[in-house]
């Protein structure tokens, strides 16, 4: 375990060096992030002009979901993507062997090796708005409302990354499979809105197949005091029925790799 | 007998693959319904490779060479037959067998592009756990070897085809295998890298004992580096055995060059042998091997003075490994 962790700050160290060396790009990136955000808060404003509440969530409340959902996204494309994207990369360039021939676990290397650090901007800026909308709220937050919003927001990233694995998993057999990930990314937008709000078979899809709806919405719940304590105990059954799933789809992906590939 | 350090049995693997007839219609019916072909990459085949030796495996493309290095190196589950290397079976994958193994392809690269390559190599020192102090000792030899100093802290992006190949090696060797397989890794590099490359392979077998299992399509790697080859065709092996007798056994005779100050009239060289080649005043005569030395000797005999000159040698093996490949048997 100490030795994963040891890597994974490695990775880390080698990532920023990378990022560092491209100042410009850094600093036109963090730009155009905030520049979305900024906007977005913007449209929220805007919309509550017209009205007090969207489906009982009033702008405080849809500023820290608003806050949870730059964090989310944030860290969802600063670890899983870019590792995600590497790997299918790597099964049609056949690259893919050497980390297979590592000794260590296969998925950890595949999934958390490489990261696009210029994220933690969006994570910050989104930790902000949060802040913000619970200053907003003015009614203080409890212990036990941080550590409920803590718990929720890291069950939703498991149930992401094992959305994501579960993706790339699929590119052993079908090699091309980016366009699944352009899918998984339209639907990353409409969770900048509570699933709530939405019809039936969007909030089903946002709760299920495609979870990230999930992995915002019950934080900003637990944090904007909104949270039904059986919510977030679904969550964490489904993300350990999740995790469960896609380790064995994994695991059984490889074997169809290693049993297959010329 | 004591155990080998590779020791491979009936290994056999076969690939299903759909079968594609040409045409969109085909390629219509073909989503739908798929033909599938067993084609068999490895047909049964066995060996044993003792520990510090180099071995050439030779082979048309498509003989099943990468596939059995694959199977060896863990990446490919066999359809049968049974494999042990370093008294570990491959395809479990043991970390006990990782840790002790290389493999290495020529045209598959696995550092990462957009940074230098000594990054790379720390991301490898955690990964196989290589202490500090036997990790400085490996990469200043690997540097020293391969002349890498300049080249460990560009992107390997900006590096040249030899220059990413020669860091590509550094990179499968830090952790010392003490076996290592090579798919073509002399693959593009011009001909003063590929001696590099091949100079160092072999200090690599010398200083640290490495057994390796090599494959080419450039026969001067072998013929430098393998005393012992293994030929394979359609994935049986054909040949198991040294190299020089592979010559002996595939082509039974000589090459005698004459080149004569007057010119050859009338064909008068073909008395001594069959005539191989004419061209630019050189005739090359094809005798059987036991008669080189005496009819060598007839020439000069002969011909005397008006010899300009003479030589004696083996048929270019390119020649020799074609001709089982054409004829798919070892006499």
Redesign the interface.
């Given at each position: 375990m100490r030795?994963y962790l040891?890597?994974f700050m490695?990775?880390i160290g080698?990532e920023a060096?990378?990022e560092l060396q491209y100042r410009a790009n850094l600093v036109a990136n963090v730009l155009q992030q905030a520049m979305v955000i900024v906007t977005s808060v913007a449209a929220v404003l805007i919309l509550f002009s017209y009205t007090d509440s969207l489906n009982g969530w009033s702008i405080a409340q849809m500023l820290v979901l608003l806050g949870v959902y730059y964090v989310v996204q944030g860290m969802i494309d600063l670890i899983f993507r870019p590792s995600v994207e590497r790997l299918m990369e790597q099964v049609r360039?056949?690259?893919l062997?050497?980390a297979?021939?590592?000794?260590?676990n296969s998925q950890f290397?595949v999934t958390l090796r490489?990261m696009r650090l210029i994220q933690l901007a969006n994570v910050a800026l989104g930790l902000v708005i949060a802040v913000a909308g619970v200053v907003r709220l003015g009614e203080g937050l409890g212990a036990l409302d941080v550590l409920a919003f803590i718990v929720a927001l890291a069950t939703g990233f498991v149930l992401v990354y094992c959305l994501l694995l579960v993706i790339a998993t699929l590119s052993f057999w079908f090699v091309r499979v980016e366009n699944l990930l352009v899918i998984y990314g339209a639907f990353v937008d409409a969770a900048r809105f509570p699933v709530d709000i939405y019809p039936g078979w969007l909030r089903v899809t946002l709760s299920s197949v495609i979870p990230i709806g999930l992995a915002v919405t019950i934080p900003a719940q637990a944090i904007a005091g909104r949270l039904a304590p059986e919510s977030l105990a679904l969550m964490l059954a489904a993300a350990v029925a999740a995790w469960l799933f896609s380790g064995w789809f994994w695991r059984r992906g490889l074997?169809s790799y290693?049993?297959?590939?010329? | 007998m004591t155990r080998a350090i590779i020791e491979v049995d009936g290994l056999t693997k076969t690939f299903r693959v759909a079968e594609r007839s040409e045409g969109v219609g085909a390629s219509m019916r073909a989503l739908v319904r798929r033909r599938y072909k067993d084609v068999p990459a490895v047909a049964g085949i066995s060996f044993r490779i003792e520990a510090g030796e180099i071995v050439g495996f030779l082979g048309p493309n498509g003989a099943g060479k990468t596939t059995t290095l694959k199977a060896l190196s863990g990446l490919l589950h066999p359809s049968g037959g049974t494999a042990r290397v370093l008294g570990h079976v491959p395809w479990k994958r043991e970390n006990a067998y990782l840790r002790q193994m290389t493999l290495l392809m020529g045209n598959r690269s696995q550092l990462v592009w957009d940074i230098p390559a000594a990054d790379s190599f720390r991301v490898l020192q955690e990964i196989y756990g290589i202490p500090e102090a036997a990790y400085q000792r490996t990469l200043g030899e690997l540097t020293e070897l391969l002349d890498l100093a300049p080249l460990l802290h560009k992107p390997v992006r900006g590096l040249s085809l030899g220059e990413r190949m020669k860091v590509e090696f550094a990179a499968g060797l830090l952790h010392l295998p003490r076996v290592a397989f090579l798919d073509e890794p002399t693959i593009g590099l011009d001909v003063s890298m590929q001696g590099r490359i091949r100079q160092f392979v072999a200090e690599l077998n010398q200083r640290h004992g490495v057994t390796i299992l090599l494959t080419s399509h450039y026969m001067a790697d072998v013929v430098a580096l393998c005393k012992r080859v293994l030929v394979i065709h359609r994935g049986k092996l054909l040949y198991d055995g040294g190299l020089s007798a592979l010559a002996a056994r595939l082509a039974p005779y000589k090459l005698i060059g004459v080149t004569l100050r007057d010119g050859e009239t009338d064909g008068e060289l073909s008395r001594y042998g069959e005539i191989d080649k004419r061209g630019e005043g050189r005739v090359t005569l094809r005798v059987p091997r036991d008669q080189a030395a005496v009819t060598t000797a007839r020439v000069v005999h002969d011909l005397g003075d008006r010899l300009a000159d003479l030589s004696l040698g083996d048929p270019p093996i390119e020649d020799v490994i074609d001709k089982v490949f054409t004829t798919e048997s070892v006499a």
């Open positions: 030795r040891r890597l490695l990775f080698v060096q990378y360039l056949g690259t062997d050497y297979l021939l590592k000794p260590i290397i490489h074997r290693t049993g297959a590939s010329a | -």
